[in-house]
């Protein structure tokens, strides 16, 4: 037990610590490099750099990494040394969230002069077209179906347990890959909204991989935990830099990829529900949706399309006058609700 929680805390302080220093150093670089969001949530719209997933992703590998530098190396006079994770798996998972992590920042880094029209409003970060997104992200899911990560067998809410078998890795891991990384994309309109959201998935899926799931998923998902909190404390409310795509391509891959070697896709299948609803209520308007409110002149925001709803968010701007930190804080509320509806249902033995 002394060992099973040191191999857990050790990465996840390191994966902290690389975050919070890459981050740090980011601020500065990508907006002398030009790689910078406009913020338009502000009085006076601000701009600030962008692209700090890539420091997520860099303290996700390290993490792993470090990790797996303590499994490669066993010493049996020492019980820190003792490998229990597969390293194929986990590396797997390193190099699909970078390989992600790589196309989100090549969509980041297209930023232009002037502002062009971007979905339903425009910006100066062009980013790739939208049929280009799940066609290269399809990359991410390569390094879990070349090691057949996971288990064929799925418990599915309300069904029970089905047996994929070559499917799993041919067909759903690939299409699980693209879904998480594009559907937890469309979510990023407050400061933290997006982080935010990160932590409590992958807090969630932490604590069931102790009490109910195995061992690597709770590795990667308090790595993942530990990664975004570093990232996050420069991206609350007001961030000094955004997330941009490198970070909820790279999140939204870390949590999938620890889902699936965890063994806990149905769990994970509820706790992902607010973003397969968002992906549906984008769907109904051919994803062209803004998830960005229009300013009041209080700091409040009233919903972009009056009562047509496309976005969680429009739903909570019909709802009172928020300003942007209490948006994203109600969004944050949604997921933890919905944490606690996996819980539940895996209480009762529908899980």
Do not use: C
């Amino acid at each position: 037990m002394y060992h099973t929680y040191l191999t857990i805390l050790v990465p996840a302080l390191i994966a902290l610590a690389v975050s919070l220093i890459v981050t740090r150093f980011l601020i500065s670089y990508m907006r002398g490099a030009g790689v910078v969001g406009i913020d338009k949530n502000k009085k006076k719209p601000v701009v600030i750099a962008s692209s700090g997933g890539v420091a997520v992703a860099l303290g996700f590998a390290v993490g792993i990494l470090a990790y797996s530098f303590g499994g490669s190396f066993p010493n049996p006079s020492s019980p820190l040394y003792i490998p229990v994770a597969s390293l194929q798996y986990l590396f797997a998972s390193v190099i699909a969230v970078l390989m992600i992590s790589l196309v989100g920042f090549i969509d980041d880094i297209n930023v232009k002069r002037h502002q062009v029209q971007s979905t339903d409003m425009k910006d100066i970060r062009a980013g790739l077209k939208q049929w280009q997104k799940p066609l290269l992200t399809l990359f991410g899911a390569i390094p879990l179906m070349a090691v057949n990560a996971g288990i064929s067998l799925i418990h599915l809410p309300f069904i029970g347990i089905v047996n994929f078998g070559i499917v799993y890795p041919l067909v759903i891991i690939p299409l699980a890959v693209i879904f998480a990384s594009n559907a937890f994309n469309l979510v990023e309109s407050g400061n933290g909204m997006a982080a935010g959201g990160g932590l409590i998935t992958s807090l969630g899926l932490f604590i069931y991989s102790v009490y109910f799931g195995t061992y690597i998923g709770a590795l990667l998902s308090i790595v993942l935990f530990a990664s975004i909190l570093g990232f996050f404390f420069y991206n609350r409310y007001p961030a000094k830099i955004l997330s941009g795509d490198s970070f909820t391509y790279a999140v939204g891959t870390g949590l999938v990829s620890a889902m699936i070697l965890g063994n806990m896709e149905s769990f994970g299948i509820i706790i992902f529900l607010p973003w397969i609803i968002e992906f549906v209520l984008h769907a109904r308007k051919r994803f062209k949706v803004t998830t960005l409110g229009k300013r009041r002149a209080d700091g409040t925001f009233a919903a972009p399309y009056d009562r047509k709803i496309y976005s969680w968010t429009h739903i909570i701007m019909n709802s009172g006058k928020f300003n942007e930190w209490q948006i994203s804080a109600l969004m944050w509320l949604m997921e933890f609700g919905f944490v606690v509806l996996a819980f539940a249902l895996k209480g009762l033995n529908l899980l």
